[in-house]
């Protein structure tokens, strides 16, 4: 299944020098149309980026998210726990909570479609600073024991889904 990964989320920071952590990510492509009694109709275009390790997605807008097609730098590469089924499905639920978190979200409904087609496996790659793992995709620093949790099956401690 590490095969069928290829490229790497271009990152926003300087890789700079290893050790690199590198983790299988899905990028899925996802519209939302959005209605409510409270809140005005609107139509949006996310990419949503599934870690295929613990199964947290994050929504970013798809202009922002770009895949370099080189080849990942040398280091260790996690297992894809997430299949492309259940990355789909992940990606879709995170659309259709998008905007529930306060009161009015209970009177708003969100359609969502997914591409199945254009769905992309690529890599994220992870930089290790010692005791700090640092994201070259948004530059998040997290403490080095948030990896394991991540390879034990506990995800990143972002809990659902987040959009900038």
């Not at 730098?73 to 259709?96: Q, W």
């Amino acid at each position: 299944m590490a095969g069928d990964f290829k490229g790497t989320l271009s990152p926003l920071i300087e890789l700079g020098e290893g050790p690199f952590i590198l983790v299988p990510t899905y990028l899925v492509p996802v519209e939302v149309f959005s209605r409510g009694m409270l809140t005005r109709t609107c139509y949006s275009f996310f990419t949503a980026i599934v870690d295929a390790v613990s199964g947290t997605v994050s929504l970013h807008p798809p202009k922002s998210v770009l895949v370099l097609d080189s080849e990942p730098p040398e280091g260790k590469r996690l297992e894809a726990k997430v299949s492309v089924e259940m990355a789909l499905d992940l990606a879709e639920e995170a659309a259709r909570a998008m905007g529930k978190g306060k009161w009015t979200g209970a009177l708003r409904f969100n359609s969502v479609m997914v591409e199945h087609e254009k769905i992309r496996p690529t890599w994220r790659v992870w930089r290790v600073e010692g005791e700090i793992l640092v994201d070259s995709l948004t530059g998040r620093r997290e403490n080095l024991g948030t990896l394991v949790a991540a390879i034990l099956g506990n995800g990143f401690p972002s809990a659902g889904p987040s959009v900038p």
